[in-house]
C-alpha cells in the first residue's frame, strides 16, 4: 500500500461518481492497494454520454453503433467507455482502441492509431476509408472488429 498517496488523496465522504470514479482511475495507477469496487467498475466501464449521442443520431445510424460497441464489449470485455475527440471512444489499459461516428453516408470506426489501418489493408479492401476511419453503411463482421481491435492492442502505443 502507498501510505503517502492515501494520506494526501483521500476520498471524501459522499464524494460524486465523477470524484469517485476519478479517484479510483487515479488510485489504480498510484499504489492499487484494493480492487475497484464491482457497481463502480460497472458504471465506470459504461459512459452515458455514449448513449446521449446514440440517441441524436439516425435510427439507421444508431442501429449501427449500437450493435457496433455491442460487439467491441463482447470482444473486450475490460473496456472503458469515453468521450476522446468529442467521439464515442473506448479505453483499455490506459489507452484508447477504438471509436465510432455517425456521418452524413452511414457511419465511421476510428482505431486511434496511424497504423491498424494500414496493417489490415488487405483485410478492409471492400471499405472506404481515409488513413485513420474505416467507413461503413452495414454492420461490419464480428470477425473484422476482433482483427481491429486485437491489432490495436498488440501496437502498445
Known amino acids: 500500500m502507498n501510505g503517502e498517496w492515501h494520506k494526501k488523496h483521500a476520498l471524501p465522504r459522499g464524494a460524486s461518481l465523477e470524484k469517485r470514479i476519478a479517484w479510483h482511475r487515479e488510485h489504480q495507477k498510484r499504489c492499487a492497494c484494493r480492487p475497484i469496487p464491482p457497481k463502480l467498475l460497472a458504471q465506470m466501464r459504461q459512459d452515458p454520454a455514449i448513449d446521449e449521442?446514440?440517441?441524436?443520431?439516425?435510427?439507421?445510424?444508431?442501429?449501427?453503433?449500437?450493435?457496433?460497441?455491442?460487439?467491441?464489449?463482447?470482444?473486450?470485455?475490460?473496456?472503458?467507455?469515453c468521450i476522446s475527440y468529442r467521439m464515442p471512444a473506448f479505453r483499455y489499459q490506459g489507452r484508447i482502441i477504438a471509436g465510432f461516428q455517425a456521418t452524413s453516408k452511414g457511419c465511421s470506426y476510428y482505431p486511434f492509431s496511424?497504423?491498424?489501418?494500414k496493417t489490415l489493408a488487405h483485410e478492409i479492401e471492400g471499405y472506404s476509408q481515409t488513413k485513420s476511419a474505416l467507413h461503413f453503411d452495414k454492420a461490419l463482421p464480428a470477425s473484422l472488429i476482433r482483427k481491429l481491435l486485437k491489432t490495436r492492442i498488440a501496437e502498445g502505443k
Open 114 to 117: 496511424g497504423t491498424t489501418l
Open 53 to 81: 449521442y446514440l440517441a441524436a443520431v439516425t435510427p439507421s445510424s444508431r442501429a449501427l453503433l449500437q450493435k457496433l460497441r455491442k460487439t467491441i464489449r463482447s470482444i473486450v470485455p475490460d473496456v472503458e467507455e
